[in-house]
């Protein structure tokens, strides 16, 4: 039987393995970190901290005459407002630990909609959903004319849009999150460091700026275009090989046939002479 000095010491022994191991996983992480994501979070930052310059001092607004189909009401939309910070704050929190890039806009309308609900339930999900895409909305609670529970709600036509870059630290990776773009969507994607470049960067914008949706389409990363490129290859060169296949095969089946038509041609050669030299033979007789 262990006595109790024995079990502490194993107890103590095991709990600084577990913290050497930990320490050392962290280790691994914050190089990771500092090797591969910062410099890419570093990149984000810039490249999106000059649109959104560009586009404030351009006044450029963007219209959006079909936000949602759920809300049609909302009419034409104008997206303007750009703002960029980093790690929540307003602006540049610390450049050498940037761990969330924001671009920040509205899709703004004139004045105001409203729209009558019926029934708790429904209303009560309509409230929670306005709330969750952080919508401004007024809404007045009533029994209406046939008893029914009702709702009236106003909606502001101002629909708040954000674009995330945020570091997955603990799996070494660098995630998107897009919410409100367009009909009140949410879109996550995540990228290997690697994948995090200037022509993504520019695919991003081009989806922001709402000029194509090639980003959303073309939803695979370099690895995965690699994989499909390797395998694309390997599909011609076995077409290839097949084809080949199939031209010597051809070439043996024609050669076949020649040859058969050749003995055909042979015998009947030698049937015609046989039966002229027996014409000759019953003549002479």
């Given at each position: ?9 194993n107890e ?15 280790q691994?992480?914050?190089n ?5 994501i910062?410099p890419?979070?570093?990149q ?14 351009l006044?450029k607004?963007?219209?959006?005459t079909?936000y949602c189909?759920?809300y ?13 910070n980093t ?5 540049l ?16 309308g004139?004045g ?18 306005l ?9 007045n ?19 708040p ?20 773009h367009?009909?009140?969507n949410?879109?996550k ?7 995090v ?15 194509d949706s090639?980003?959303?389409r073309?939803?695979?990363t ?34 076949k046939?020649?040859?058969?038509k050749?003995?055909l ?11 002229r ?9």
């Amino acid at each position: 039987m262990m006595g109790i000095l024995d079990q502490l010491r194993n107890e103590a022994t095991l709990k600084q393995e577990s913290e050497f191991a930990a320490a050392n996983t962290q280790q691994q992480l914050e190089n990771e970190y500092q090797t591969r994501i910062l410099p890419k979070m570093q990149q984000v930052y810039l490249f999106l901290k000059e649109i959104v310059e560009y586009l404030s001092y351009l006044e450029k607004a963007v219209e959006i005459t079909d936000y949602c189909q759920r809300y049609p009401q909302m009419g034409t939309l104008s997206q303007t407002d750009y703002k960029i910070n980093t790690d929540g704050y307003g602006g540049l929190a610390d450049f050498n630990r940037i761990m969330q890039v924001n671009v920040l806009f509205n899709c703004v309308g004139r004045g105001d909609f409203s729209y009558e609900i019926e029934g708790r339930t429904r209303i009560e999900q309509e409230i929670a959903f306005l709330n969750s895409k952080n919508v401004q909305l007024k809404w007045n609670q009533f029994i209406n004319s046939r008893g029914v529970e009702a709702a009236t709600f106003s909606i502001t036509r101002k629909i708040p849009v954000r674009f995330r870059f945020e570091v997955d630290y603990n799996n070494s990776k660098i995630k998107l999150l897009i919410h409100n773009h367009e009909n009140f969507n949410v879109y996550k994607k995540t990228f290997e460091p690697e994948d995090v470049n200037e022509a993504l960067l520019d695919e991003v914008s081009r989806f922001m700026l709402r000029q194509d949706s090639d980003f959303i389409r073309l939803d695979i990363t370099s690895q995965d275009k690699l994989r499909i490129q390797k395998k694309a290859e390997e599909e011609q060169q076995q077409l290839a090989k097949w084809l080949e296949e199939v031209k010597i095969e051809e070439a043996k089946e024609k050669e076949k046939e020649e040859r058969a038509k050749a003995g055909l041609t042979e015998k009947l050669g030698e049937s015609i002479l046989f039966s002229r030299i027996k014409s000759l033979t019953k003549k002479k007789k």
